[in-house]
């Protein structure tokens, strides 16, 4: 029977130094900031530095947060990418090794690419001749740094070139 509330005693112990550590850890990392739009949250983390001064710098500051691109427009879908995401970062901030540079995976892509869409679609629907029409390729393949303001790729690259000949 001691046993028994001995093991109840641990239990309980683990459990309230399990929810504790999360508090604090949520805490500590900010995570309630990225319960909202403020795209200063997306900012928490040094890699991300770079990211948001860009997107402070380009034309989508005025007219869009991170969370209009990154995530899905609907209530549900924004806040379940936004967990799947929060896990991942959290896994990542917590056990490392972050990358110095970032890339987007690919179910993020997908996201990224239909909130292009739904801004964009007129533009996109209006190309006429699209080279790309009946392949799988995303807007954020050659526009990848349109978000971020100055793109990596200047004038005359192989894909600025592929790009303006095609829009």
Not at 99 to 125: Q, W, Y
């Amino acid at each position: 029977m001691i046993w028994k509330i001995r093991a109840a005693v641990f239990l309980a112990v683990a459990l309230g130094a399990t929810v504790g550590l999360g508090i604090y850890t949520f805490v500590y990392a900010r995570g309630y900031s990225y319960l909202t739009n403020d795209p200063t949250a997306c900012a928490n983390c040094h890699v991300m530095q770079d990211y948001y001064s860009g997107w402070m710098k380009s034309p989508h500051h005025a007219a869009a947060t991170c969370n209009d691109c990154h995530t899905p427009h609907d209530t549900i879908g924004k806040y379940a990418v936004k967990a799947a995401n929060g896990v991942s970062h959290s896994m990542a901030f917590t056990f490392g090794p972050i990358p110095d540079n970032i890339l987007i995976k690919d179910f993020d892509a997908k996201v990224t690419e239909g909130t292009c869409r739904s801004c964009h679609g007129a533009m996109t629907s209006a190309i006429d001749g699209n080279p790309h029409s009946g392949q799988d390729i995303s807007c954020i393949r050659c526009h990848a740094d349109v978000g971020h303001g100055a793109a990596s790729l200047s004038p005359g690259t192989a894909v600025s070139a592929a790009t303006s000949q095609t829009h």
